[in-house]
């Protein structure tokens, strides 16, 4: 069983829309959690990072976590070109590794 | 923030040569550093842990003996892809917890073996 599991998509959003990414991991001893951004050829980037249950904004994203229910999501407001990526959940369990999802392609179409 | 600096940022090598990456961490001191690899529209994965002053840990299926890691400097982490073949093209990428700063990844390598 995948550890992290996320919608490798595609996801096609207008721009000036909401853009939704989900992942679900399977380790209930899972204690932080991670979306980074990747785009094409290049290493990723980290955008959020969330460590206990709700909700935690930082500009245009807000990450959102449920720990009863295993999952963890990223909402992107008013979705630009730009935002046009790869993104990845990740998901520290114990000690230093991290466990990485597929990773879902987004495009906002201008 | 913290910076990881990878080099190369890409390289070509002939089948059967060796090449090594390297990872410095600029502004910090990385105990632990880790090495992904990343296939074409897949995700990350963890071929091995660094840690400095001692044997690096490989996950299942890595080869130890094909990818040599060494940590002998709280700054410093390479991997060297030896006998490098065709199926050894990847992008690499390391990775270290930069304490306050979560985990910072360097900017990558990609291998292309011909």
């Known amino acids: 069983q995948k550890e992290v599991e996320q919608n490798s998509g595609p996801l096609s959003v207008p721009e000036g829309a909401i853009a939704s990414l989900n992942c679900t991991y399977s380790d209930r001893g899972s204690q932080s959690f991670f979306w980074y951004r990747q785009y094409s050829g290049k290493s990723p980037e980290l955008i959020m990072s969330?460590?206990?249950?709700g909700d935690k904004e930082d500009g245009r994203f807000t990450a959102q976590l449920n720990k009863a229910s295993q999952y963890v999501s990223l909402l992107i407001r008013d979705s630009q070109p730009s935002d046009s990526a790869t993104y990845l959940c990740a998901v520290n369990i114990f000690g230093y590794q991290f466990y990485f999802g597929t990773g879902t392609s987004l495009t906002v179409i201008p | 923030g913290a910076v990881v600096s990878q080099h190369p940022s890409w390289v070509i090598c002939k089948s059967g040569t060796s090449v090594k990456i390297e990872c410095r961490s600029l502004?910090?001191?990385?105990?632990?550093m880790f090495w992904y690899r990343q296939f074409p529209k897949q995700s990350l994965m963890l071929m091995a842990t660094?840690?400095?002053?001692?044997?690096?840990?490989?996950e299942q299926g890595v080869e130890k003996d094909k990818f040599l890691i060494n940590h002998a400097s709280l700054t410093l982490s390479t991997l060297t892809v030896t006998s490098a073949h065709p199926e050894d093209s990847s992008f690499y990428i390391c990775?270290?917890?930069?304490?306050?700063?979560?985990?910072?990844f360097g900017s990558g390598t990609r291998l292309t073996v011909v």
């Open positions: 660094s840690n400095e002053g001692s044997k690096a840990t490989y």
């Open positions: 502004d910090f001191q990385a105990t632990t």
């Open positions: 990775s270290a917890r930069s304490g306050e700063y979560g985990y910072t």
């Open positions: 969330i460590y206990s249950n």
